[in-house]
């Protein structure tokens, strides 16, 4: 039987051998329920405190402003509900193209809350307008909370924080930035980004599924979204989950460790991959931008709309390579990609999300273009 090949990292990546390792006692021997106040409580205790102050430093903010959570959505529903809630945001600035960990959370403010909605001019190569984003806050009715996207996870594109946390900061709003895909594979300095909020999710750079990150800057005060205990300094209720947090700090640790050896190669096999679709699949195109401001771990390829490109996802899993049209977020159901949609360039083609880790090769690029080859 063929060697299954994974080529869809940007839905989940595979967990580090090395991440496992660190996570296995926090699994069988240090069990304590971290607010306990005997011995088993006070090691678990420790752990936690130690992976915070380990993520934190790696991200260049203060211990106090990171908070753990059960990953990226559920950070990014805090954020974006208590900026309405507790810091009278009745504005919300965002993009087509954004996650639906905010899409639908903004809609559903716009429903119950009351809250109005604009939405960031999107050219088709993906990239939002900064000239639209400063109009919207120049005439924002209210209260602004922007929440735009660090990187596309369907089609890749990078949008400049600085460039909108500064915009943010002179008109007054709150930004708040989803950046699920980026922490781990890129060196991040919050402390060099005008932002209040940032979402992050361990299993995207080889850490566990389950985890993720809130940062909230020190100068901003919102009261807890889940309530029932005093966890997470009585911002988060719930026991936590020692073994993900160890795992989350352990694998942005490696990530950063080796990002630059990390993005040379992978890189490379994204380039590669371009160069054979183009001289091997007559009229390839590709979604947003991968040779521009994009991350080095996402290709999404717009093949020809014929009979045979139609069924190419589950032909291709039916010889065991993984890949995704879009995002892996909607519990498997089959439906178009409203980022494909907003973007609009190709409307009528095949996209194919082909996404990479460390653990891919040049050999499993040319086995999947032979087989494609073979498949059109």
């Given amino acids: 039987m063929m060697k299954r090949i994974y080529f869809d990292n940007a839905a989940t990546t595979p967990l580090a051998p090395e991440v496992l390792e660190h996570m296995l006692p926090y699994l069988t021997d240090y069990f304590g329920n971290p607010s306990s106040i005997h011995a088993y409580g006070r090691e678990t ?72 909605i604009s939405y960031v001019q999107v050219d088709s190569d993906g990239y939002i307008s900064y000239d639209h984003l400063e109009t919207l806050l120049q005439e924002a009715p209210g209260k602004t909370l922007v929440s735009l996207m660090h990187a596309n996870n369907e089609i890749g594109n990078m949008t400049d924080l600085e460039r909108v946390g500064t915009l943010c900061r002179y008109h007054n709003a709150i930004f708040h930035s989803d950046m699920v895909q980026t922490v781990g594979h890129f060196p991040i300095d919050l402390r060099s980004i005008p932002v209040d909020f940032i979402s992050a999710s361990a299993h995207k750079f080889h850490g566990p599924k389950g985890t993720g990150v809130l940062y909230i800057n020190e100068n901003i005060r919102i009261q807890p979204w889940i309530h029932g205990g005093g966890q997470e300094r ?91 049209g879009g995002s892996a977020c909607t519990s498997g159901a089959a439906q178009e990609s409203h980022v494909i949609r907003a973007v609009n ?29 073979e498949m059109l």
Avoid: W
């Fill in 345 to 373: 360039r190709y409307p009528d083609r095949i996209p194919i999300r082909f996404s990479f880790s460390k653990y891919n090769s040049i050999q499993e690029v040319d086995t999947v273009m032979a087989k494609l080859q």
């Fill in 45 to 116: 205790r420790l752990a936690i405190e130690n992976a915070r102050k380990s993520v934190a430093r790696l991200l260049n903010v203060h211990p106090a402003e990171i908070f753990f959570t059960s990953g990226g959505t559920e950070s990014s529903n805090t954020a974006i509900q208590c900026a309405v809630r507790d810091l009278g945001c009745t504005h919300l600035i965002t993009s087509a193209v954004e996650h639906h960990a905010t899409l639908h959370t903004v809609s559903f403010l716009e429903k119950t809350a009351g809250i109005t």
């Fill in 234 to 324: 009585n911002m988060r209720a719930g026991t936590e989950n020692v073994s993900g947090i160890v795992g989350f700090s352990k694998a942005l640790e490696l990530a950063i460790t080796s990002l630059e050896s990390d993005q040379t190669s992978i890189l490379h096999l994204k380039n590669y991959m371009i160069k054979q679709l183009r001289s091997s699949v007559p009229g390839i195109a590709f979604n947003g931008d991968p040779e521009g401001a994009s991350h080095y771990t996402i290709l999404n390829a717009a093949f020809p709309f014929t009979p045979k490109t139609e069924l190419l996802m589950m032909n291709l899993d039916i010889h065991h390579i993984a890949v995704s």
